[in-house]
């Protein structure tokens, strides 16, 4: 088990949030096999980049919290990894946390990531109002015109799709 | 000619916008250079050995007269009066400062151009046969593909940072003229029982490492091009090596896991997703397709017999030789595609001035449809131009110094800008191919020899496609002195093939006389003047040319020097 970490403020398209998960137990999927689904429910499930999703598969009905960790910000494998959990059918809420930064907030909500978990420094040095505008600039998008779904399945609840 | 849509024009100004905001961000020192970098890269931005440098997209290689002029006016208004087209469809001004580049993007955009995605670790601008729409051996404009990939493409979310860069080329046509053996994804577009689709050739690529693409999919339907280059995409974003720059290219991925278990890969996710995808919208497909029909031809077309060049020709050897190297058979017989030269032996390969832009651009509006080409040998192409107006164009030409008579022949250089600008360079490469083109120019030995193409690289990313050349120049530092590889054999066509190193290189001043040797073996042993220095090495081999570069009284030499 990690240890949680209530330092830290978490940003989605509305804006700055306390972080609402650090109560919950982190555990990563080489605990998943000892793990009851109660325990599976209510914590969060931190994956490193490199991380086969496809083997999570039976555990994706039960999760509600998966935390992707970004090695750098030009490390673009997390993108790649929401991405697959969603094609996967996970429906509950992804954070990025690590190297992601504001000017791929936008890539994070379009590949299906809810929030991005920040530290106090980063949040102080990318204010509130930055990630908010960048969130706007997700309206324009020319995979969605071509006929790809979104990834975010909170707008695909919203446009119910 | 595809015209930007509302959609187009609102994201290219947005794109502009934020980048702005994001030079602004970076003065004021709230983001890291480590997180401009990248940002800056996606923009078309380099830091380069001198100054920024900035690379313009020109998707596909096609141009109208009004973007041309504004390329001119950029290289006038923020840089130094011209500009350098490079081997991917790209215009790039080497001397610009970082805060003009905002205005520049906007003055860009004004015209629908943009720099998205010409360098930085994503999808870069997809490029296609520059004879497209012209050429007589084409199954389909490889341009619509081109376009829908460009806007596919643009701005994905999954993609922009992935492993490395990734290039696409496509052709329409059974002479592989965009090199697709050669990148990332190599599309050709073909023909099977009567429906046309895709073959997929994947992992090709030039740099330190050359391969030969593998083919992915022999045969892939239209609507699946799409969802199947997204998982192509997704496997390589997550698993291609990110622990070493020189392993990151797809090809490695390739070599790594084999064609058969990445395919395996590759199949499971696009089996997984295709049901997610509802397919372009038709009005979508329609309008792509309705911007790359041919153009529309005035009423006097319809009368025109074949005009026959050969009176043309008659009137003025310069014109006749000339369209000799520079003319290319049209599938309309009244049209020939006319190739302009960047090569004046003695100038830099694929320079333009703003002077030249302007002359191209009115003789695009003139004569030629207002269509204009640029190609991956860096030079430009007036795609369809009436046969009756071949004459006035050549005299156009010649007057503003473009009308050097040499494609694919040995002036006809491919170089990489080296040492000039280039902040990896190992060595010159630019005065190289002024050299070479200058020297055998003057001894009037081009026209004998034939069609031959030369490509030198500064250094061993290979930006000059020296691997296939047919004679390919490798420029080195040996302990602080240039040294230059010679590689022959190399092809970049449907026969793709790596060239074949000759031997222990040469010194700056023994590659001339190294390079005369090459021709000279070729000149003496050649059946006739049909068989090309390319035909000539295929037949014989790497032996004669060794014989005659390294001799016995200097190969002990040479090998002491090793
Ligand atoms: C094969 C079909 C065509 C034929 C036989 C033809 C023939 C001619 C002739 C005989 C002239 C008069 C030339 C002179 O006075 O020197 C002319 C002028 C001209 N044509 Fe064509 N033409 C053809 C197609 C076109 C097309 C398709 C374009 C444009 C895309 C075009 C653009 C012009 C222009 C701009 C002039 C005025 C040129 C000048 O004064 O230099 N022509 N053409
Ligand atoms: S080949 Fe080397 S020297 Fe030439 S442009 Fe590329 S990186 Fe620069």
């Known amino acids: 088990m990690i240890d949680s970490n209530s330092a830290r403020i978490v940003v989605d398209a509305a804006g700055f949030h306390l972080d609402d998960w650090h109560k919950r137990a982190r555990f990563t999927p080489e605990d998943l096999a000892g793990l009851d689904a109660k325990t599976g429910a209510s914590g969060v499930l931190v994956l490193d980049a490199a991380q086969r999703v496809e083997d999570l598969t039976p555990w994706l009905n039960v999760l509600t919290a998966v935390e992707i960790g970004f090695d750098n910000a030009g490390d673009g494998r997390g993108f790649s990894l929401a991405r697959a959990l969603r094609g996967l059918g996970y429906a509950r809420d992804i954070r990025a946390s690590g190297g992601i930064h504001v000017d791929q907030f936008r890539h994070a909500l379009q590949c299906g990531i809810d929030a991005v978990i920040l530290t106090r420094e980063a949040a102080s040095r990318m204010p509130e109002q930055h990630w908010v505008n960048a969130a706007t600039t997700t309206a324009l998008n020319y995979q969605a015109r071509l006929g790809f779904a979104s990834a975010s399945w909170r707008s695909r609840e919203d446009l119910n799709l | ?562």
């Open chain 2, 1 to 562: 000619m595809y015209r930007y849509n509302q959609f187009d024009t609102e994201y290219v100004r947005q794109r502009v916008a934020i980048f702005r905001e994001q030079v602004a961000r970076r003065i004021a020192g709230v983001l890291t250079e480590d997180e401009f970098k990248p940002l800056r890269l996606q923009n078309g931005v380099y830091l380069q050995l001198h100054a920024y440098m900035l690379r313009v997209a020109i998707p596909y290689g096609t141009l109208n007269a009004r973007q041309m002029r504004a390329l001119a006016m950029i290289a006038e208004c923020w840089d130094r009066g011209y500009g350098h087209f490079t081997t991917r469809q790209n215009i790039q001004f080497n001397w610009i400062r970082l805060d003009d580049v905002g205005d520049i993007l906007e003055a860009l955009a004004d015209v629908e151009m943009h720099a998205i995605q010409t360098s930085g670790n994503c999808v870069r601008n997809v490029t296609a046969d520059h004879f497209a729409g012209a050429a007589k051996d084409e199954i389909e404009d490889p341009r619509m593909t081109a376009e829908l990939l460009r806007q596919y493409s643009t701005g994905h979310a999954e993609f922009a940072f992935l492993p490395r860069k990734f290039k696409i080329a496509v052709t329409g046509a059974a002479h592989d003229r965009a090199v697709t053996a050669f990148h990332d994804i190599g599309i050709n577009i073909v023909r099977k029982e009567g429906v046309v689709g895709y073959r997929i050739v994947i992992g090709g690529g030039l740099g330190r490492t050359p391969i030969i693409g593998t083919e992915l999919v022999e045969f892939l339907p239209k609507a699946d091009l799409l969802p199947y280059l997204e998982a192509v995409l997704h496997v390589y974003n997550r698993y291609g090596r990110r622990d070493n720059k020189y392993k990151a290219r797809i090809k490695i991925l390739v070599q790594e896991l084999g064609i058969e278990t990445l395919r395996a890969e590759i199949d499971a996710y696009f089996t997984a997703t295709r049901d997610a995808f509802a397919g372009v919208p038709d009005a979508m497909l329609g309008a792509i397709e309705a911007a790359f029909q041919p153009p529309e031809m005035p009423p006097e077309m319809d009368v025109a017999e074949a005009y026959d060049l050969r009176h043309d020709a008659a009137l003025s050897p310069a014109l006749a030789a000339w369209m000799e190297t520079n003319l290319e058979e049209h599938r309309d017989g009244r049209h020939a595609i006319v190739s302009i030269s960047l090569k004046a032996p003695g100038a830099t390969p694929g320079d333009a001035s703003a002077e030249q832009m302007r002359v191209i651009a009115d003789l695009a509006e003139r004569y030629a449809y207002d269509e204009i080409r640029i190609s991956h040998e860096q030079n430009v192409i007036l795609p369809h131009v009436p046969k009756a107006h071949i004459a006035a164009v050549f005299r156009a030409l010649d007057a503003a110094g473009l009308a050097s008579a040499n494609i694919g022949q040995l002036s006809d250089i491919i170089a990489c800008p080296g040492m000039d600008y280039c902040a990896l360079a190992t060595a010159r490469s630019i005065p190289i191919a002024q050299e070479i083109a200058t020297r055998f120019t003057a001894l009037k030995m081009e026209r004998d020899i034939g069609a031959l193409k030369i490509k030198i690289s500064g250094c061993i990313n290979a930006c000059g496609h020296h691997h296939v050349g047919h004679i390919g120049i490798l420029g080195l530092d040996r302990a602080g002195v240039e040294n230059y590889q010679i590689t022959l054999g190399g092809d970049g066509t449907e026969d793709a093939a790596l060239g074949a190193r000759t031997g222990p290189g040469f010194s700056a001043e023994a590659l001339i006389p190294a390079i005369e040797t090459i021709l000279d073996t070729y000149l003496h042993g050649r059946k006739n003047r049909d068989e090309t220095f390319l035909a000539f090495y295929r037949r014989v081999g790497m032996a004669p040319f060794k014989r005659a570069l390294y001799p016995p009284t200097n190969r002990a030499r040479h090998e002491s020097a090793a």
